[in-house]
């Protein structure tokens, strides 16, 4: 039985809670075959989570899913003072009694969203101490304009020893801020900040991602009055206070998006069941391009992929509604074995593109020059002993290896189970052969 969990160490941690040594086992070579569901997004349950802090008692969020990362911003919310419980898929948070203002240095390392944390606990407590966050790898990711908006909107902030001493001592005041470029966790801290301050924000320039939609959704079920969040201008009228609410995670597009790369690359024939297709309209004319035959429901995708895709001529990665830079190594993955020659540019991030050497030493065919990655597609990959360098080219070494000939052994998949919840099981419901060892 290949879904099998195989421990060959002393004593195994908790299903789906990777440490340093556990790594995935793939036989490659299957064509995926059967339906599948879309976890609720990471990345809208970490700024909902966030977002909590807000309110003045429990919310509790549907859909959320049970991931490293999410685990993460609860022990922040828990270091908080807040109540937390998790059932299955659900999550409540009491934020009735806040007791800590500050986030320490090691929660807030443990992922990049921990930075949305600032803007929602200054708003509530008027002041904040954390340090500068983590996150994947991908080159340098600066939070100016984080700190620059939050200070226009009156917030004090000071830079010493690594940390970020942050007030609000008469609360924040609405203001209009223009952002230079639509950054995705920029408008989310604004948004949390601006939600409990006096008067009107504008954010010009403002990031359009359903992930920003679903934040302002959830602050207005909580009595937030925010609107036109999924254009390109927002305005936050402040509130006095925000109540909690029940709330259902919208579903994850780059997990529905590596599936459908995951059947791309093993000439599958999948239903990915659960998505929003519309949030992934970006991706499916590219799967239609190289060849695969799609069923578009608002909520499904059927696909049936050829036995050889045809290659990509300009994957470009832009802010949403363009193609994703989190769907870029998926992606390249499945092109990696396309008859033919595909373009990548990375637009977003200066270096994203580890996953390329491990995909290499699969045998893939992959030049990189500055931004643009040069993918000739080769007839196979080989099985190979990988790591994962960051989560989604981790998610890229799974499809690359499933779609590969013999045996390929991926390591530090903690990356992995950053955003991908059981994937392993998942993808075994889909006949693969994938195994989780020590
Ligand atoms: C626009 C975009 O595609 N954003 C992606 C970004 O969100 P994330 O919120 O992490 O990143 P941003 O959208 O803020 O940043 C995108 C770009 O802006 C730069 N930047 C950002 C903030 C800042 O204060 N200063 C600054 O220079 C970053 O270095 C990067 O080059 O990574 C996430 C995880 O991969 C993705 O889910 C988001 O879709
Ligand atoms: C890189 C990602 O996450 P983070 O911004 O938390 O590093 C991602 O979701 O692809």
Known sequence: MP???????????????????????????????????????????LPLLAATVLCKNESVLHNCPNLSDV?????????????????????????????????????????RSSVVFLGAIVARLGRAEICFPGGCELGARPIDLHLQALRKLGMEIEESHGKLICSAEHGLVGT???LTFPSVGATENIMLAAALAEG?????????EPEIIDLANFVNACGGKVKDAGKSRIIIEG???????????????IVAATYLCCAAATGGNILVKDLCADHIA???????????????????VAIRAPKRLKALKDVRTMPYPGF????????????????????FAENIFESRYKHVGELCRMGADIKIAGKVALVEGVDTLYGANVRATDLRGGAALIIAGLGA????????????????EEIEKNLCLLGADIKRML
């Open 324 to 343: 994703p830079t989190d769907a870029q190594a998926p992606l390249m993955a499945a092109a990696a074995t396309a008859n033919g020659t595909s373009i």
């Open 282 to 300: 970006s991706i499916l004319p590219l799967m239609e391009e190289m060849g695969c035959k799609l069923d578009i429901t608002q909520d499904s």
């Open 405 to 420: 000939k013999g045996r390929t052994e991926i390591s530090e998949i903690k990356h992995i189970d950053r955003g991908y």
């Open 239 to 253: 509130v006095k206070e925000l109540h909690g609410c029940e709330y259902r995670v919208i579903p994850d597009r």
């Open 176 to 178: 209009s801020i223009n």
């Open 200 to 208: 009107e924000t504008v954010i010009n320039n403002a990031a359009q």
């Open 71 to 111: 685990d993460a911003a609860c022990k922040i919310l828990k270091y908080l003072g807040c109540g937390v419980k998790r059932e299955g898929n659900t999550v409540a948070v009491n934020t009735k009694e806040i007791t800590h203002s500050d986030v320490p240095d090691d929660l807030m390392r443990e992922m």
């Open 3 to 45: 879904c099998k969990r195989t421990n060959i160490g002393e004593s195994a941690p908790k299903y789906g809670r990777s440490v340093v040594v556990e790594r995935f086992v793939i036989s490659g070579g299957i064509p995926l075959e059967g339906e599948i569901s879309v976890h609720g997004a990471k990345n809208s349950s």
